[in-house]
Structures are given as structure tokens and as C-alpha cells.
């Protein structure tokens, strides 16, 4: 199965409220990604945190990161409607080289009803 | 604006063409990759590159290969495309280092239908 999987697959949720996704992965990572998709469009980077890194914050996104756990969460707060999109987790896996090569969750899609 | 560019946005081929979908990035970028998305199954990796003439498979490599001939530049080559091909394709730039922890700048995708 894939190293990375999101939790739920679905989310709907009202404007104003907040939304947490999170993932799970099984190996040993050098860093955990976020990144939302838009209908039919490439992905865009939202924040990266560290394996060293327990949590992290930009703007009204809110990351956490549990090793021991081999878990991440993403928490967007007060949502709006244009955080519509489907978000993905990938994981940097440490497999030696200098080439950071990602793997990809399947996503999770959320819907912010206004 | 710094940019990832798919030269397609939606593409449409027969049964055994060969197909090319490039990618150029304006970012000096090392590494470059391949992706496909499928519904249910999300991003995969195809093949990805950290060099001009270097390139290393994917998971799914199986069908296709690529060419990276200058470093802005990393084509993906679909031999004789079949219908199980039928995908949308993302391409990515990142930088490359010891340290690895960076992002990657995707391209909008390219929607191939093979029929």
C-alpha cells in the first residue's frame, strides 16, 4: 500500500469551521509535505516540517509531526471556500541519496460549503 | 513568476503512437520528475532525474522513458501508448542537496487520453 495515506478520504465542512486531515506513513522519513490540489490542476507546496520537528505553523495552516507514531496532521483553520481542494501528504524518504524523492498519499478530498 | 511549464494541457492519441510530454522549468532546478495520477490510486512516480543525461525509475516505470538532454528540459516518452496509459501527468522541479528538505513546483498537468 502506499507509504503515505490520508485520513479521512472526504471532508465537509461550513465556512469559519476548521478542518484536520491527517496521514500516516511506515518507514523512516527525512521530512513529511503538504500540498493542496485544485480540480484538475498541478499540486502547489504548502509547508514542509522537518523529522527534528514536532510542529509548525504558516498562516491559517497548523502541522504536526509524530515520529514515534509515523503520523502527521494538518489543521487549516477558520475555513474559507476557496480551501476547496484535495490535499496530499508526501514523505522524503531517507533512501540515501541527494535527491529528495517524494511519496505521494492518496489525498484527501475537502469541501468548504459556504 | 517562477514556473513549472507542461507543454499539453489535454492531449488525445491512438493506440500505439508514440507519445512525448515535456516539461521545461525556469527555476534551475536538479531534479526533475514524472508523475501519473490515477483516482484512487494518487501521484506515482514514473521516473525522475538529478542531471542533464541522468535519470533513475520510478515505481512504475514499465512503458515509458525519458530524456533529459538540457537541464531546464525532462521529456517523458510513451513508446507505443496504450490505453491503460490513459492518465493525467504531472511534472515537478526541486532543488537537489544533502539536505533535501525542499518542496517541489509542479506543472498543471497534461490529461492524456489514449483510445
Known amino acids: 500500500s502506499q507509504q503515505g495515506e490520508e485520513d479521512p478520504q472526504a471532508l465537509s465542512i461550513q465556512e469559519g469551521e476548521n478542518a484536520t486531515m491527517n496521514c500516516s506513513y511506515k518507514t523512516s522519513i527525512n521530512n513529511l509535505q503538504w500540498y493542496r490540489q485544485n480540480s484538475g490542476r498541478g499540486l502547489v507546496h504548502l509547508i514542509l516540517i522537518r523529522s527534528n520537528e514536532r510542529e509548525k505553523h504558516s498562516g491559517r495552516l497548523r502541522v504536526t509531526l509524530d515520529t514515534s507514531k509515523k503520523s502527521s496532521s494538518l489543521l487549516i483553520t477558520a475555513s474559507r471556500a476557496a480551501d476547496t481542494a484535495s490535499y496530499f501528504c508526501?514523505?522524503?524518504?531517507?533512501?540515501?541519496?541527494?535527491?529528495?524523492?517524494?511519496?505521494f498519499g492518496t489525498g484527501t478530498l475537502l469541501a468548504v460549503q459556504p | 513568476d517562477v514556473k513549472v511549464t507542461q507543454s499539453s494541457r489535454y492531449l488525445v492519441k491512438r493506440t500505439g503512437e508514440k507519445v512525448f510530454l515535456e516539461c521545461v522549468q525556469d527555476?534551475?532546478?536538479?531534479?526533475m520528475f514524472w508523475y501519473r495520477q490515477d483516482p484512487g490510486l494518487g501521484l506515482r512516480l514514473i521516473y525522475f532525474s538529478y542531471d542533464v543525461k541522468m535519470k533513475e525509475k520510478g515505481d512504475i516505470p514499465e512503458g515509458y522513458s525519458v530524456s533529459r538532454e538540457k537541464k531546464e528540459r525532462f521529456s517523458l516518452i510513451l513508446e507505443s501508448a496504450s490505453t491503460n496509459q490513459t492518465s493525467m501527468y504531472l511534472c515537478?522541479?526541486?532543488?537537489?542537496?544533502?539536505?533535501?528538505?525542499?518542496?517541489?513546483?509542479f506543472g498543471s498537468g497534461t490529461r492524456l487520453t489514449v483510445v
Open positions: 515537478a522541479s526541486s532543488l537537489y542537496g544533502r539536505r533535501k528538505n525542499y518542496g517541489y513546483t
Open positions: 527555476m534551475d532546478h536538479e531534479n
Open positions: 508526501a514523505t522524503d524518504l531517507n533512501y540515501g541519496g541527494a535527491t529528495n524523492k517524494l511519496i
